[in-house]
Nanobody
Framework: QVQLVESGGGLVQAGDSLRLSCAAS????????MGWFRQAPGNVREFVGAIRWSGGSIYYADSVKGRFTISRDNAKNTVYLQMNSLQPEDTAVYYC??????????????WGQGTQVTVSS
């Protein structure tokens, strides 16, 4: 089992930045990737981005490329999502996930509890 704990959500204005953190514990594996998904009210959960734990390859959804940046701190088993130029359409619950890369996206096997990000116009 892998436990994931997110932090860093909140309420910001359009154009602001926010950084989410996800700390992993338990039976983590170097074969895993860690990433982020989001789900807005009435929408399906969508892939945001992911980083391979080994090698560090990074993948992003087209909707966030150039605005969001994923990074990791191996020593802390923590992954970050730096979100810049936030827009109201970025409002969602953001979930951290651990899983496998398939193509250029990720399939999550383990999930965090989610953290709310609200962007006001």
């Amino acid at each position: 089992q892998v436990q994931l704990v997110e932090s860093g959500g909140g309420l910001v204005q359009a154009g602001d930045s926010l950084r989410l953190s996800c700390a992993a514990s338990g039976r983590t594996s170097s074969s895993y990737a860690m990433g982020w998904f989001r789900q807005a009210p009435g929408n399906v959960r969508e892939f945001v981005g992911a980083i391979r734990w080994s090698g560090g390859s990074i993948y992003y959804a087209d909707s966030v490329k150039g605005r969001f940046t994923i990074s990791r701190d191996n020593a802390k088993n923590t992954v970050y999502l730096q979100m810049n130029s936030l827009q109201p359409e970025d409002t969602a619950v953001y979930y951290c996930a651990a899983g496998l890369i398939v193509g250029r996206q990720m399939v999550g096997n383990y999930w965090g509890q989610g953290t709310q990000v609200t962007v006001s116009s």
